[in-house]
């Protein structure tokens, strides 16, 4: 009841903290892309995120253990359950979707994401196969400004910004009818991020609780658990602007969040725990970019999603789970 309650903080915070990114980003005026690979990216990447930070805080092995498996779990679920997700939206609707099946995408944005991704999540799953701690140490400032200087690209090329009645409503707002004022924006970000930390806190303490009482190692369950119920934010909102023709957003959301999960959380890891990644860490490492590389093709190459594409998404992640649940 306890992991199911910290799920629900994480999982509520994160939807009024998207909602009010996606105005705030409005009235800071970027573009569409930046708004989808940047901040709505960021803001539902922050489950999982927080979910490590808290676990290394705890300071005990278990935990860390926790941290490493949401770390590199994250980008697993991203690039196999939610690109899925996309595809199976995309063709589901594709009779109520103005392109159809096809998937209106700037193309460029698509390559620097997944090449982004690919490039820093293969370097830092070689950093977990015994790299000595001075490497690692000097890698995660490296990891930092490379994020830093993949957000200054797309901000400078964002795109056309999103009118505010294309946006939904305010989740804080009391008047619908009206555009919500920088406070009510402000307020409602406060509150989801409240929200998302002390959800984590509880989903720390009862994934190692539980780990314990079934005797299952805690990465286990860090690897497939917390990341399959943290990357709903980005699973739902890219499903519902897939469904909308809203392709831009959609897409970015979820390439986006990879970036970021290769860098921020990686660089964390990398100088706060041991990150000694075991063969199912490495497996599911592995396995996303497998499903990066699927996604490059039907994105990048022919613009359009596949039952094919889906199935390759769908047998990476139940092969996966699968090997865990049998091995461990």
């Not at 797309?154 to 305010?170: H, I, M, N, S, Y």
């Not at 307020?187 to 299952?216: C, K, M, N, Y």
């Given at each position: ?142 990891l930092l400004l ?27 707002d009391p008047t ?151 091995a461990s």
């Open positions: 009841m306890l992991l199911a309650a910290g799920f629900a903080a994480v999982l509520g915070g994160a939807l009024l903290f998207t909602n009010a990114v996606e105005w705030a980003g409005t009235r800071l005026g970027l573009g569409i892309g930046a708004v989808g690979t940047v901040l709505a990216a960021v803001s539902t990447a922050l489950p999982e995120s927080v979910i490590p930070v808290v676990a290394i805080l705890r300071g005990d092995p278990d935990a860390d253990e926790v941290a490493v498996g949401a770390i590199v779990g994250a980008p697993f679920m991203l690039a196999t359950v939610a690109m899925a997700l996309m595809g199976i939206a995309a063709l589901g609707f594709s009779r109520r979707r103005p392109q159809g099946a096809r998937l209106r995408l700037h193309r460029g944005t698509v390559r620097r994401d997944l090449v982004f991704f690919f490039v820093l999540f293969a370097a830092v799953l070689l950093l977990g196969l015994g790299t000595p701690e001075a490497v690692r140490y000097a890698a995660a400032p490296l490379a994020y830093g200087g993949y957000v200054a690209l797309t901000v400078r090329q964002g795109g056309p910004t999103q009118p505010d009645d294309e946006l939904p409503d305010l989740i804080a619908k009818d009206d555009p919500p004022a920088s406070a009510a924006i402000a307020l409602q970000f406060a509150l989801g991020l409240a929200l998302i930390i002390a959800g984590a806190h509880f989903i720390v303490d009862e994934l190692i609780t539980i780990a314990e009482s079934l005797d299952v190692s805690p990465l286990v369950l860090a690897l497939i658990v917390a990341p399959l119920a943290t990357e709903l934010p980005e699973k739902a909102n890219s499903f519902l602007w897939i469904r909308e023709g809203k392709d831009s957003l959609a897409v970015g959301n979820v390439s986006g969040a990879m970036v970021f999960q290769s860098t921020v959380p990686v660089a964390i890891g990398v100088a706060f725990t041991s990150w000694e990644l075991d063969r199912f860490a490495l497996l599911a490492g592995v396995c996303a970019l497998a499903g990066a590389a699927t996604a490059y093709w039907a994105l990048q190459v022919r613009a359009r999603f596949s039952l094919g594409d889906v199935a390759v998404w769908a047998v990476l992640f139940a092969a996966f789970v699968a090997t865990v649940l049998v």
